[in-house]
């Protein structure tokens, strides 16, 4: 799978819009973009994935560049609770069985 | 949320004794997996399993086997327990495994090996 690079940390005001970003430049046609966050001492939860048209969900937007290079995840109106650490990831068709790959993530922090 | 459930939540166990976490799914997905995180590692893939009775080795699987006997129900186990294996258990299941498809997680099995 493609790499990604996601900054390490960021902060938020609470009730205010969040833009995780997220750069993944070795994209490839069929790779599709999810991404997960994990609460502290919680499993990871899926939030929201895409392959080239901007997607939203109950839980957030996600904007996809036109050249597919990067990616952003948009939060609406952050709250405590979307404190977390938000993974950007990458999965391609060339494996059958192919295994979500998280790398290091984007821990947000929301300031009251 | 999707119906996962893990057990034991919590464990201590000691070196060389064996160990069995449990997967449990009320989803009926066909997909399940064994995943490991450590600081430092991230989330790492341990067994994979296809359907009852199809398994398959993931990134770190040396001193792990799994069994799943019913689709529900994905077994992991530690045949003798190292202090290396100390760490969080994730267990995380699947409609599909082609890339379209989203994972969903339980909530974690934290074992120490002392």
């Known amino acids: 799978d493609a790499k990604t690079t996601q900054p390490n940390s960021m902060e938020s005001n609470e009730e205010e819009p969040v833009h995780l970003p997220c750069n993944h430049s070795?994209?490839?046609?069929?790779?599709?973009i999810h991404w997960y966050r994990q609460l502290p001492s919680q499993g990871p939860e899926y939030v929201i994935h895409?392959?080239?048209s901007n997607v939203n969900n109950r839980m957030a937007s996600l904007a996809i560049a036109e050249d597919r290079k990067s990616s952003t995840l948009i939060l609406h109106r952050a709250t405590l609770r979307d404190a977390a650490v938000y993974y950007c990831?990458?999965?391609?068709?060339?494996?059958?069985?192919?295994?979500?790959?998280f790398g290091p993530g984007t821990s947000l922090s929301v300031i009251p | 949320d999707a119906g996962i459930t893990q057990s034991p939540r919590h464990k201590v166990t000691e070196t060389g004794t064996p160990v069995t976490l449990r997967c449990h799914q009320t989803?009926?997905?066909?997909?399940m997996y064994w995943y490991r995180q450590d600081p430092g590692h991230g989330l790492r893939l341990i067994h994979y399993?296809?359907?009852?009775?199809?398994?398959d080795k993931g990134e770190v699987s040396d001193g792990y086997s799994v069994s799943r006997s019913k689709t529900e129900d994905f077994l992991l186990t530690l045949e003798s327990a190292t202090s290396s294996q100390t760490s969080v258990y994730f267990c995380?299941?699947?409609?599909?495994?082609?890339?379209?498809?989203?994972?969903?997680f339980g909530p974690g099995t934290r074992l120490t090996v002392t």
């Open positions: 070795t994209i490839s046609g069929t790779d599709y």
């Open positions: 995380a299941i699947s409609q599909g495994a082609r890339s379209s498809y989203e994972q969903y």
């Open positions: 399993s296809y359907g009852v009775k199809d398994t």
């Open positions: 895409g392959l080239t």
């Open positions: 989803e009926n997905h066909r997909y």
């Open positions: 990831i990458l999965r391609g068709l060339k494996t059958s069985y192919d295994k979500v790959i």
